[in-house]
């Protein structure tokens, strides 16, 4: 008998003709970009005690949550990319030695309206003229980026929009977070810092002064106190419309390093990308006081053109000069988004070293100052993370995932490494008696048909610095399957301690966080009682009320 499909072609046709979806029916495209390790989870449910090789430690009582970009429905645009996809959450709850999953989709307004119409309605990654005419005026952020803790809720961020409140425990999406009313800038960072001796939330926003899509040069950074309080707000324009990404804190100041990939209004509205790299643009650093700055107290240093990776750490040495460690890459990292007038050069990617890059800004220089890097130091890697206890201090621990082209890779069994060859979790320490000096490394090989994705540290009661767990998503390319593998944190080159066994596949996440179950349960008791429930959004954001009384509708409709 013949197959089904072949008797009814109309059906089973590729459904994308010159590059825009085209009916009704449900099929991605069949590009890098939703294959393999990539191709769409779109899964929601809950696993009771995943299997474990070795002993989970049990002084671990707490939940690792990490966020990860995945399609709720085939894109518009056939050649839609990994980050435009919906924010879905990851819960490994980990008590008394065993681990419980969850999984559980950010419900954005974007979310709610493609749900309602069972199809994707938004367009192109972060262009909002892409976008279907029932949408327009609509919250297009996904919250795919990073999950923090913050004062009894989890916050879903993307530095496209506002963030998500969730349940840390349900993950119940609660709704909009404006900070009850005190943040109402169109866009907020993904990278917010918190500062572990005060308990302030520092934090950020580019492309900020309108609606989120004006490809302007309007920032702002804000403080938070403990007690949920905006205490600082500092507005001022950036050298020119790139992308802020992430940030580092000292102290003192705030570090915010401004890359090279550039945002055009006219490309925008011609339906074009949100971005195109310049490779004849300095990356620029912008020194923004803490504490009662203005505008003019902001200085801007500059480098030698550059790609910002993410930032290890941030402190003041005895000089009171601000030393500040990240990767920094020697070209365009996002190949999706190639310099006006060229095409993406894929293959360009893999020939990009990354380095971890130290610099010494002297906060009292000039803005225009040159500066180049203290201390370039090869670790050829990504995903940097410290001991969050030692956030805006000297510090001498960090960890990284890294690329090593030297290690044997199945390359017949796996196909192209997505997501890049993070083939090696490593340990990195300085000097501690000389910042201008690089340390020891510690390396674990993942294997030939492995690759890592962004770990998280999880500290030891009392311990010192580096004393504890390291915690990371393994991605097994042969099997399509995750693992989650927990290491001493100071032992690396030992191996695991533990791998806990995921009878499925997650997409390529980006960042996470973990969070001790003493703390939730802390903020819960508090939440039930003298503060009260978190409090979603009340109002529509000024630039949507704004839409609205120039003769749109709430969603859009004229």
């Given at each position: ?7 009814v ?5 590729y ?23 990539n ?22 009582n ?7 970009p995945?399609?709720?429905?085939p894109?518009?645009f056939?050649?839609?990319i990994?980050?435009n996809?919906?924010?879905s ?10 681990a ?5 989709y950010?419900?954005t ?20 003229y892409t ?18 803790f913050?004062r ?13 409140a ?5 993950l119940?999406?609660?709704?909009r ?6 943040i ?12 572990p001796?005060?308990?302030?939330m ?7 002064g ?9 920032v ?8 949920g309080?905006?205490?600082?707000e ?12 992430d ?5 003192n ?18 339906g ?46 005895e000089?009171?000069?601000?030393v500040?460690?990240l990767?920094?890459i ?19 990617r ?17 803005s ?24 805006t ?16 890779y199945?390359i ?8 890049g ?10 000097d501690?008696n000389?910042?201008g ?9 993942a294997g ?5 994705q962004?770990?998280v540290?999880?500290?030891?009661d009392?311990?010192?610095?580096g004393?504890?767990?390291?915690m ?9 399957r ?13 191996g ?14 980006f ?13 819960q ?7 009260g ?6 109002e529509?954001?000024p630039?949507?009320?704004?839409f609205?009384?120039?003769g ?7």
């Amino acid at each position: 008998m013949a197959h089904l499909e072949a008797l009814v072609p109309e059906v089973s046709a590729y459904p994308y003709s010159n590059g825009k979806k085209t009916g009704s029916r449900v099929k991605f495209p069949d590009t890098i970009a939703f294959s393999g390790m990539n191709k769409p989870a779109r899964f929601e449910g809950d696993i009771i005690d995943l299997e474990v090789t070795g002993a989970i430690p049990r002084d671990i009582n707490g939940t690792f949550y990490r966020v990860q970009p995945d399609h709720r429905f085939p894109p518009i645009f056939e050649d839609d990319i990994h980050f435009n996809g919906d924010g879905s959450v990851t819960a490994i709850r980990i008590k008394d030695g065993h681990a419980d999953f969850k999984q559980r989709y950010v419900r954005t307004d974007k979310y709610m309206a493609e749900d309602k119409a069972r199809q994707a309605l938004f367009g192109r990654y972060r262009n909002p003229y892409t976008d279907n005419e029932s949408v327009k005026g609509v919250i297009r952020t996904v919250s795919n980026t990073n999950i923090t803790f913050w004062r009894g809720m989890l916050l879903a961020s993307k530095e496209d929009g506002p963030p998500f409140a969730m349940d840390p425990v349900t993950l119940e999406t609660i709704g909009r977070y404006d900070f009850e009313g005190q943040i109402t800038a169109p866009t907020f960072t993904a990278h917010p810092k918190f500062d572990p001796d005060t308990g302030e939330m520092l934090c950020f926003a580019y492309e900020a002064g309108t609606d989120g899509a004006d490809c302007g040069v309007d920032v702002v950074t804000w403080t938070i106190n403990a007690d949920g309080k905006k205490t600082e707000e500092l507005w001022f324009k950036a050298p020119y419309a790139g992308m802020i990404h992430d940030c580092g804190v000292s102290k003192n100041y705030m570090v915010l390093p401004l890359t090279p990939l550039k945002m055009n209004f006219d490309r925008l509205k011609a339906g074009g990308n949100k971005f195109a790299w310049d490779p004849n643009e300095d990356q620029v650093y912008g020194i923004v006081p803490r504490r009662g700055g203005k505008p003019e107290d902001v200085k801007w240093f500059r480098a030698d053109n550059a790609f910002h990776g993410h930032v290890a750490g941030c402190y003041e040495n005895e000089d009171g000069h601000v030393v500040f460690d990240l990767t920094v890459i020697d070209g365009n990292v996002f190949f999706w988004f190639p310099p006006d007038g060229e095409k993406p050069d894929v293959a360009g990617r893999q020939r990009l070293s990354s380095p971890t890059c130290r610099w010494v800004f002297d906060p009292k220089a000039k803005s225009g100052t040159r500066y180049k890097s203290s201390v370039e130091w090869t670790t050829n890697g990504e995903f940097s993370r410290i001991d969050d206890r030692w956030v805006t201090k000297k510090y001498e621990h960090f960890w990284q995932l890294r690329v090593d082209p030297t290690r044997p890779y199945d390359i017949a069994k796996c196909g192209p490494p997505a997501g890049g060859l993070f083939n090696c979790m490593a340990h990195y320490t300085w000097d501690p008696n000389d910042e201008g000096k690089t340390g020891t490394e510690d390396v674990w090989f993942a294997g030939p048909t492995s690759t890592f994705q962004e770990p998280v540290f999880i500290p030891k009661d009392g311990g010192k610095e580096g004393e504890g767990y390291l915690m990371a998503l393994k991605n097994n390319l042969d099997e399509l399957r995750n693992d989650v593998v927990i290491w001493d944190a100071l032992n690396l080159a030992k191996g695991p301690l533990a791998t806990l066994h995921l009878p499925l596949r997650l997409r390529l996440g980006f960042h996470g966080n973990f969070v001790d179950d003493r703390d939730i349960e802390a903020w819960q008791k508090r939440r039930a009682g003298e503060l009260g429930p978190v409090q979603p959004a009340k109002e529509p954001l000024p630039w949507q009320k704004a839409f609205t009384a120039n003769g749109h509708g709430a969603n859009g409709a004229s």
